[in-house]
C-alpha cells in the first residue's frame, strides 16, 4: 500500500538578494513586503533547494513528488533532471520521479511570481506571495496504482444521486497501470453498508443518511482497493456527503429540498506575517470563526484554496463556491492556463459535497481590452465545467459597473454582483434599486451578492460616522443597512460579505493602513472582532450573547452617548455604574441614551448573557480622529 514522507525540514532558500538561508516549509518570500502598501514587492523568481534520501521501495513500486502548493510558476528538477513545470500557484501537481532517484538526491526547484501575460492571476486586490507555501511529499505506491498524474486529483470520482429516497451512488476509479478494482462504502462510524466491484461501480443506498449543511454534515467513506492476481496493491480513502441542491431565481437556494437562504462570508487564506505559508491549526482557527459568526456558506476567492480546509468545509457542513484566480484582466495569451487550472480545481475537488457551484471568473470586465476574446474565453469554460461536472452549476462574479445587461454575465448559470453602493459611491437605498431592477428584468436568472462591505478599523471612531472615514462605526452602520435589505429580498441565492478576515493587498495606500484591505469583520491577526462581526452573530448565530459596540471608543465629549447593543436576544437590561437604568426590547440592535460621567461603566445584561464597556468623559474632542482623503499613514490612536 502506498505511503507519504514529508519534505518539509532542511530546504535552502535563496531570494533576490542572491543569499541563500535555511528555511522549513511552508514558506513565502513576499511575507512582509507584501504586506506594508506601495505595490513594490517583490515579484521574480527564487530557488528552493534541500537534499533528501531515497525512501525505501523496491521495483514493483514508484516514488511520486507531490506539490500541494507552489506559487506561481514552478520548474522542478531532481538530480539535475527537470521532472516537472507547472503554472499556477493554487493546486496540487505531482511528478513521478522514480527514474531519477538516487541514494542521496538533490532536489531544486525553481519558482517565479513575476509579470508575465499566461498565468492567473496578474492583476487583483491582494498580495501574490511567492514560495512553496505547502506540503511537499513523497507519496511511494505500487507500480498499478491509482491515478497520481490526472491534474492532481485522488483518481476516485463519486457522484451521488438521489431519487424518491434512495441514492445512487457512483463511483469511478481511474488506473494507472493494471489490477481490478473493490469499493467499499462506509457510515460515519466506520461500518460497511454496501459494496461493489469495478472501475464504474453504481451502489444503490436506501434511505441514505444526508449530508445537511451545518444542521448536519454527515460523510460517508468510499474505501476503493485495487487488486492485482487477488493481492491488494493500493488503497484510496474518500469521504463524501450525499445531498441534493437546486437554485430557484425566485425563491433562492434549497438544499435536499427545503429551503435553505445561504448568508456567508468570503476568506482569503493569507495571515498577517506569514503569508500564505499558514498552518492546519490556523486553517482551524478560521473555520472556527466562521462558524461562531453563523455563516453557513464561503465563497473562497479568488483561487483554489487548501484541501484541509475544503475537508473542514464538509466537515462543517459549509456551502462553497470554489473558483479559479481568472481576474480582473483578460490575458488572451492566458487561455489556456484558464482551461488547466480550472481542470485542476474540478478533479481536485469533484468529491467535496461543500462545494455547489464552480465560479468562472471575478471581476473580469475591469480592465479587458479583447471583450470578443474574453468572452469566447468565458464559454469554452462554462462549456468544460459543464461537461467535466454536469452536477453542479457555474457561477460568475461581477464588477460593479459591470451592468446587468452586460454579455458576460448572463454565461454562467449563477450570477453575483461585487457592489459596494454605500461606501465607494454614496447611496446605501441604490443596493435595493440595484435589486429590485435586474430581479424585473431578469426574473429567471439567480442573482446574488458576491461581494460588499466597508473598511473598518477598530483605532479609528467616530461618534457622527460617514462613508470612507474607515471607523468601525460606519462599517457598522453599513451592514446594519446591508442585513436588513437581503431580507427585503429573498429571491437572492446567496450573499457573501467581503471579507471575513482583512487581508494583504501591497497595491492599496490609500486610507486605513498601507497594504491591506480593512473590510473584513475580523482583522489579519485574528484577534480581533469588530463590531460588524457581532452584527452578523445576532443575526445568524443561534448561541445567545450581548456585546455593547464601540467600546475601543473610551473617551468621549458632551453631555451624553449612544449605547449600542448588538444581541440575538429580545430583551435587554441596562446598567450604568452598577444600577440598571433602562430595558429594551427589541431585535438585534438595541440603542440607549445615557449621561456621560467622568467614569461610566456599562453593563448589558440579557438572558444570562453579559458584556462591559468602560467610557470616560473628556473635555475636548482631542481623542477622535479620522484619516483625511488621500493619506495613507495609518492612526495609532483612539
Not at 211 to 220: A, E, H, I, S, T
Not at 503 to 513: I, K, L, N, Y
Not at 563 to 589: F, H, M, P, R, W
Request: hydrophobic residues 35%; negative net charge; proline residues 5%.
Amino acid at each position: 500500500m502506498r505511503k507519504s514522507l514529508a519534505l518539509q525540514q532542511d530546504w535552502r532558500f535563496t531570494g533576490p538578494d542572491g543569499k541563500t538561508v535555511p528555511v522549513t516549509l511552508p514558506h513565502t518570500w513576499n511575507n512582509l513586503d507584501g504586506q506594508d502598501g506601495g505595490n513594490d514587492y517583490w515579484r521574480g523568481t527564487c530557488h528552493y533547494e534541500t537534499t533528501f534520501l531515497a525512501p525505501e521501495h523496491t521495483e514493483a513500486q514508484q516514488v511520486w513528488l507531490q506539490f500541494d502548493g507552489v506559487n506561481a510558476s514552478a520548474v522542478v528538477y531532481l538530480n539535475g533532471h527537470e521532472v516537472i513545470r507547472h503554472d499556477g500557484g493554487y493546486s496540487t501537481f505531482r511528478a513521478d520521479v522514480t527514474p531519477y532517484l538516487q541514494p542521496s538526491n538533490e532536489l531544486s526547484v525553481e519558482i517565479d511570481n513575476g509579470k508575465n501575460d499566461t498565468v492567473y492571476p496578474q492583476k487583483a486586490d491582494f498580495t501574490f506571495y511567492g514560495g512553496i507555501y505547502r506540503d511537499v511529499t513523497l507519496v511511494v505506491v505500487h507500480k498499478n496504482h491509482f491515478a497520481l498524474g490526472h491534474f492532481g486529483g485522488s483518481g476516485v470520482k463519486i457522484t451521488p444521486t438521489l431519487a424518491q429516497g434512495t441514492a445512487t451512488v457512483r463511483v469511478e476509479s481511474f488506473v494507472e497501470g493494471e489490477g481490478a478494482v473493490a469499493v467499499q462504502l462506509l457510515d460515519a462510524a466506520g461500518n460497511t453498508v454496501a459494496t461493489a466491484e469495478g472501475n464504474d461501480a453504481a451502489i444503490t443506498l436506501a434511505n441514505p443518511h444526508l449530508w445537511n449543511g451545518v444542521r448536519d454534515p454527515y460523510l460517508y467513506t468510499a474505501v476503493a482497493t485495487l487488486a492485482v492476481d487477488g493481492q491488494p496493491v493500493d488503497e484510496v480513502r474518500t469521504r463524501f456527503g450525499i445531498r441534493s441542491f437546486v437554485v430557484d431565481p425566485k425563491k433562492g437556494f434549497f438544499l435536499n429540498g427545503k429551503p435553505y437562504p445561504l448568508h456567508g462570508v468570503s476568506r482569503h487564506q493569507d495571515r498577517k506575517g506569514l503569508g500564505n505559508a499558514i498552518t492546519k491549526a490556523m486553517h482551524e482557527e478560521d473555520m472556527a470563526l466562521i462558524k461562531e459568526v453563523g455563516a453557513n456558506t464561503i465563497r473562497l476567492a479568488h483561487y483554489q484554496h487548501d484541501q484541509y480546509f475544503y475537508d473542514l468545509c464538509d466537515e462543517n457542513g459549509m456551502i462553497v463556491w470554489a473558483e479559479i484566480p481568472y481576474i480582473s484582466e483578460h490575458m488572451p495569451a492566458g487561455r489556456a492556463n484558464t482551461i488547466s487550472q480550472m481542470k485542476e480545481l474540478i478533479v481536485q475537488n469533484y468529491n467535496h459535497p461543500s462545494i455547489v457551484t464552480w465560479g468562472l471568473s471575478n471581476e473580469i470586465t475591469i480592465s479587458t481590452k479583447d471583450k470578443a476574446d474574453m468572452l469566447d474565453n468565458h464559454r469554452v469554460l462554462n462549456e468544460l465545467c459543464h461537461q467535466m461536472d454536469p452536477t453542479r452549476p457555474t457561477s460568475l462574479a461581477c464588477y460593479a459597473v459591470c451592468g446587468p445587461f452586460n454579455r458576460v454575465a448572463h454565461i454562467s448559470d449563477l450570477v453575483s454582483w461585487n457592489l459596494y453602493l454605500g461606501w465607494y459611491v454614496p447611496g446605501l437605498f441604490l443596493n435595493d434599486l440595484w435589486m429590485n431592477f435586474f430581479h424585473l428584468i431578469y426574473p429567471n436568472r439567480p442573482l446574488g451578492f458576491s461581494e460588499y462591505g466597508a473598511e473598518g478599523m477598530p483605532n479609528l471612531h467616530s461618534a457622527h460616522p460617514r462613508r470612507g472615514d474607515h471607523t468601525e462605526e460606519y462599517q457598522a452602520k453599513y451592514h446594519e443597512y446591508m442585513l436588513r435589505c437581503f431580507a427585503r429580498h429573498p429571491f437572492l441565492w446567496a450573499t457573501h460579505v467581503w471579507n471575513m478576515f482583512d487581508f494583504a493587498a501591497d497595491a492599496r495606500d490609500q486610507g486605513g493602513e498601507p497594504g491591506m484591505n480593512h473590510k473584513g469583520l475580523i482583522t489579519f491577526d485574528r484577534k480581533t472582532k469588530k463590531d460588524s462581526f457581532y452584527l452578523y452573530k445576532a443575526w445568524w448565530s443561534d448561541e445567545p450573547f450581548v456585546h455593547i459596540c464601540s467600546k475601543r471608543f473610551v473617551d468621549r465629549t458632551g453631555d451624553s452617548m449612544v449605547v449600542k447593543v448588538y444581541s440575538n436576544l429580545k430583551s435587554i437590561c441596562l446598567y450604568e455604574n452598577g444600577k440598571k437604568s433602562a430595558e429594551q426590547t427589541g431585535d438585534k440592535v438595541f440603542t440607549f441614551k445615557v449621561a456621560l460621567q467622568d467614569t461610566l461603566e456599562i453593563s448589558a445584561v440579557g438572558n444570562g448573557s453579559i458584556d462591559t464597556a468602560t467610557f470616560h468623559k473628556v473635555a475636548t474632542p482631542n481623542q477622535e480622529y479620522l484619516l483625511k482623503k488621500g493619506k495613507s499613514k495609518s492612526a495609532n490612536w483612539v
